[in-house]
């Protein structure tokens, strides 16, 4: 019994302290039956699939700021992750891609919001303006998850994103973003759910009607940038990594 009523008093301290979510390593793969392997690294069938690794675990090599050659402070290598913990601007890799997929994990703590940006251009006052984004959130906590068009896995404020794919705050969840001659698609925890064509008559009507419509370099760029979207809160991303298709 006095185990017991240790662990529960453990448990609720840490709940009372609020400074990051539950820790949980579990991986987050859209494959029930893939091998797990550690985090950051890559099996040698990825390596023979041509896939690499946006993300050591242990630095920020490869990453800047959004049009800044610096790292913004308050984004850093921590336990493994890519940790978003205060100060204040996005992140994009240093490197631009054109068609691709990328896979990576990521979790947020209670009304999180974060964002990963794809085809970004440089040069505009935020990466927003000219990058579409696969929206990370916590829908259950924060007032965004009310909507399908900025829930967790939506191209944000355009395609909207089923309910019940997105796992609670402080669990890992996998986020997969394939971008193949303007053909795009999210995939959030090994389900699809959102797919469009860049460009296409479809798109731009959508974009006519949304705010992205007083920034005509939105979504036009063929090549560009990823990024990581700085809202305010506390994020991490791990396993980032990346395979060319052209």
Known sequence: ??????????????????????????????????????????????HAAGWRLLFDGVSLDGWRGYDSEEVPEGWRAEDGTLHRFG???????????????????????????????????????????????????????H??????LTSAGANYGLHPA??????????????????????????LNGQKVVEYVLGSPEWQELVAGSKFTQWPEYGTAATGHIGLQDHGDPVWYRNIKIRALR
């Open 87 to 141: 100060g204040r601007g996005d992140i994009v890799t240093v490197e631009a891609f054109t068609d691709f997929e990328l896979s990576l994990e990521w979790k947020v703590g209670p009304a999180g919001n974060s964002g990963i940006m794809y085809l970004g251009a440089l040069g505009s006052r935020y990466m927003y303006h000219s990058a579409p984004e696969f929206q990370v959130l916590d829908d259950a906590g």
């Open 162 to 187: 089923p309910r019940g794919v997105v796992r609670p705050a402080g669990e890992w969840n996998h986020a997969r973003i394939v971008v193949q001659d303007r053909r795009v698609e999210h995939l």
């Open 1 to 46: 019994m006095k185990a017991i009523l240790a662990t529960l008093s453990t448990v609720l301290c840490a709940a009372c302290s609020g400074a990051q979510p539950p820790e949980d390593d579990s991986l987050a793969s859209d494959d029930p039956g893939q091998e797990q392997v550690a985090p950051n690294t890559l099996t040698p069938e990825e």
């Open 143 to 148: 007032a965004d998850g009310a909507d399908p």
